[in-house]
């Protein structure tokens, strides 16, 4: 399974961006998706999770209300719509998949796969 993030760039705070994750090989629609992030400096941390239906979604209280997780298992696409960003935003993002049936997780030790990342830069 390879992953192709996209998306990324510079924006400033208060704007939008909406990265994708194009997914190649494997059963995309049968895989749980995240997205996590790392910041200069500091550790990868989750950011939000959709399951293979779409059914269950989970953010990282950080984002809530501003950053937006979907997917198309038609395109094996999935999307971060990212609103209102802030300069602590600011980090590569990447995401990943997870072969487990029927979970979701925000722990990057239960993802089988991962994309290259993104760089997202907010400016002040």
């Known amino acids: 399974v390879q992953l192709q993030a996209s998306g990324g760039g510079l924006v400033q705070a208060g704007g939008s961006l909406r990265l994708s994750c194009a997914a190649s090989g494997g059963t995309f629609s049968s895989y749980f998706m995240g997205w996590f992030r790392q910041a200069p400096g500091k550790e990868r941390e989750f950011v939000a999770v959709i399951s293979w239906s779409g059914s269950d979604i989970y953010y990282a209280d950080s984002v809530k209300g501003r950053f937006t997780i979907s997917r198309d298992n038609a395109k094996n696409t999935v999307y971060l719509q990212m609103n209102s960003l802030k300069p602590e935003d600011t980090a590569v993002y990447y995401c990943?998949?997870?072969?487990?049936?029927?979970?979701?997780?925000?722990?990057?030790?239960?993802?089988?796969?991962w994309g290259q990342g993104t760089l997202v830069t907010v400016s002040s």
């Open positions: 990943a998949a997870g072969v487990r049936a029927n979970w979701i997780s925000v722990l990057a030790d239960e993802y089988d796969y």
